[in-house]
Structures are given as C-alpha cells and as structure tokens.
C-alpha cells in the first residue's frame, strides 16, 4: 500500500490527488495552478457543451465556465470531487445561456438551414444531425440527459457513471437504456 508522505492514508487516485494539490496551490496564490486545472479539464468540458450548445456558441459558453471557475474556485470546499463541481459549474452555465437567449426571443438551436450553410459535403450531414441530437437532449429529463453525457461527452463507463451518481450499476444501466429509447423517440419526430 502506497501511503501520502502527509498522512498515513492511502494515496487516492492520481487525477484527484492531483485536482486537489492544484486546487491548493491555486488558493495560496499560484495561478499556473489553475492553468493545469482548465488543460486537465477542458476537453470533457467542451465535449458536454458541444453535445447541447449550437456550434457558434461552443468555445464562447466554454470559455464562460472556465471564467466562472476561476472566480468560483476560491470558495471551493472540497465537498464533492472537482471534476463533479466543475461538471455541475457547465450544467448551470449551458442553462443560463438558453435563460439568456429566451430572453432575447432568438431560437433555441440554430435552423437546420445554417447547419448546411455553413459546411460543405459530408460535414454538412455531421452538423444536421448534431442539430437534430440538440433539439432531442432538450426535450429529454434533466436525468435522462445527464447519463448519455457522461456516458457520450466524458466517455465515463457505467461503474464509473454508477459510482458517480450513488446508483448502482444495474440502475445506471436501466436509467441509460431508457435515456436512449427516449432520445431514439424524439429523433424519430
């Protein structure tokens, strides 16, 4: 057994031994800290946004949960594991920016006929059908949307899924095939 040279307990998962040194670090003024931070975590973080976010918005909705976490991360307790609190963070980000356009009485989504216009040959095909898969998330429950993200945008296996959501693995499996039926109902509108 691998012991932390500050404890006797055992050491835990590097990701998170890591998120929380770099989350220390941070707080006592090193702000490299939080550049490791946003490396580590960027790519889950955009995948999620790519899944519900039209493509214009991506980088910027990104962007503006990053910028969040940075203001945020000072208060952060270490109540939950980041990468949950940074996972949480998007969810209310990605839902502030549809509060926002609803606002502005613009569309939810972009029309099907931007998705054409702005590609060409079989990218025009991809960024229909990831149109059409952002009108279904919408219409799903928040809990059926959850699990086929981070089963499909943080690529999480289902222990991994069940661990994180206190299920265990034969109820994230349920959950999760009845998430897809209902997604594969509302692409079949």
């Known amino acids: 057994m691998t012991t932390n040279y500050m404890s006797d307990t055992p050491n835990p998962p590097i990701q998170e031994t890591a998120d929380e040194l770099l989350i220390q670090q941070f707080k006592d003024g090193n702000r490299d800290a939080f550049d490791l931070l946003y ?4 790519p889950n973080v955009y995948k999620r946004v790519r899944y519900v976010v039209p493509e214009n918005d991506v980088e910027d ?5 990053f910028i969040a976490a940075l203001k945020s991360l000072p208060s952060f307790r270490g109540d939950s594991k ?3 609190w940074l996972r949480t963070l998007t969810n209310h980000k990605v839902a502030e920016f549809y509060r926002k356009r609803t606002r502005k009485q613009e569309p939810l989504l972009a029309p099907l006929s931007e998705a054409t ?3 060409t040959g079989s990218t025009s095909k991809t960024l229909e059908e990831r149109v059409y898969i952002q009108r279904a998330m919408q219409n ?3 809990n059926y949307r959850e699990i086929i993200l981070l089963r499909f945008a943080e690529d999480l296996q289902f222990n991994e899924i069940a661990e994180l959501t206190h ?3 034969e109820a994230t499996k349920s959950l999760f095939r009845r998430a897809i039926a209902a997604l594969r109902t509302h692409l079949e509108k």
Do not use: A, D, M, Y
Request: charged residues 15%.
């Open 39 to 42: 490396q580590r975590h960027l």
């Open 167 to 169: 299920q265990n693995l």
């Open 117 to 119: 216009s702005h590609s």
């Open 140 to 142: 799903l429950p928040e």
């Open 82 to 84: 980041f990468g949950t």
């Open 61 to 65: 909705v990104t962007q503006e949960i």
